[in-house]
């Protein structure tokens, strides 16, 4: 594992995380409650990939898909009335390949107390043409020493999610072979 991205391959751009790294706000209402009276987690997932696929598509230079989401964790309960910031960068990229970080901000829309964070999730995205076929990304160049580690944890996640794609796919192939179906 390296601290750095790789060297890319000929004429495959560089771009740094702050190139493509943007902040989605969205004011809680009535319609975005669950029956508890909290804001429903899917409305928070939705502008999660929302936010995520803006900085996909931004640092990709086009249209991206949704692969994948991790780790989307859930901090602390919205409000109706919170004034959401949903903050997302790229962390790393691969080939056609990129994962976003996202941080969930919430604020109370009429005080002025700090936003505090009420969630977080990785996404991965692919970039494709206009056939739906994987492209070339840019690489990312983190900048600072966050991003740094960002770029670091992301490779980490990514090694545990192709170890687990690879883990599933073996027992599913043994369990055929035992003639075992679902």
Known sequence: ??????????????????????????????????????????????????????????????????????????????????????????????????????????ERWNESTPAQQVGSAYLVFAAVDEEGKPRRVPQVAPETERDKRRYQEAQIRRTHRLARRRAIKELREQRAAEGIGD
């Open 1 to 106: 594992m390296t601290d750095q991205p790789q060297q890319p391959e000929g004429d495959v751009p560089v771009k740094p995380t702050s190139a493509s790294r943007t902040t989605l706000s969205h004011i809680m209402t009535g319609n975005d409650t669950n029956l508890l009276g909290t804001v429903h987690g899917g409305v928070i997932m939705k502008l999660v990939d929302d936010a995520a696929g803006a900085v996909a598509g931004r640092h990709s230079g086009g249209p991206a898909v949704t692969a994948s989401m991790d780790e989307m964790v859930f901090l602390e309960p919205v409000r109706v009335g919170d004034l959401v910031h949903v903050k997302a960068q790229v962390n790393w990229t691969g080939r056609s390949s990129m994962e976003v970080g996202v941080r969930v901000m919430a």
